[in-house]
């Protein structure tokens, strides 16, 4: 599968964006799908995930402030980030997760990742 992460950009703090990540050549419904981020200097880390059979889970600050889902006639998969910090700031991956007995959070239990999308945002 390939994916294509979009939608980042520049914003103010307490702004919100949408990143998508849209799937081709193969269907996401299957598959375990998470964002990451990486800030700038920083190792990248694990933001959440979307289970295939339909939970979602977001860790650390990102709780009660980003959403993930999915819609499946496009093949893609969302991240809604509200109240945004400038600690925000980094850029987002999604990935896909192989069947794995790895920990879900770690990098190296996903198989196919975006591009990246820078999202900066601003104090």
């Known amino acids: 599968v390939q994916l294509q992460a979009s939608g980042g950009g520049l914003v103010q703090a307490g702004g919100s964006l949408r990143l998508s990540c849209a799937a081709s050549g193969n269907t996401i419904s299957s598959y375990h799908m998470a964002w990451f981020r990486q800030p700038p200097g920083k190792e990248r880390e694990f933001v959440g995930i979307?289970?295939?059979?339909?939970?979602?889970e977001l860790t650390g600050s990102a709780k009660g402030r980003f959403t993930i889902s999915r819609d499946s006639a496009k093949n893609t998969m969302y991240l809604q980030m509200n109240s945004l910090k400038p600690e925000d700031t980094a850029v987002y991956y999604c990935?896909?997760?192989?069947?794995?007995?790895?920990?879900?959070?770690?990098?190296?239990?996903?198989?196919?990742w975006g591009q990246g999308t820078q999202v900066t945002v601003s104090s």
């Open positions: 979307s289970w295939a059979y339909g939970p979602t």
């Open positions: 990935a896909r997760r192989l069947l794995s007995t790895l920990p879900y959070k770690l990098e190296s239990s996903y198989d196919s």
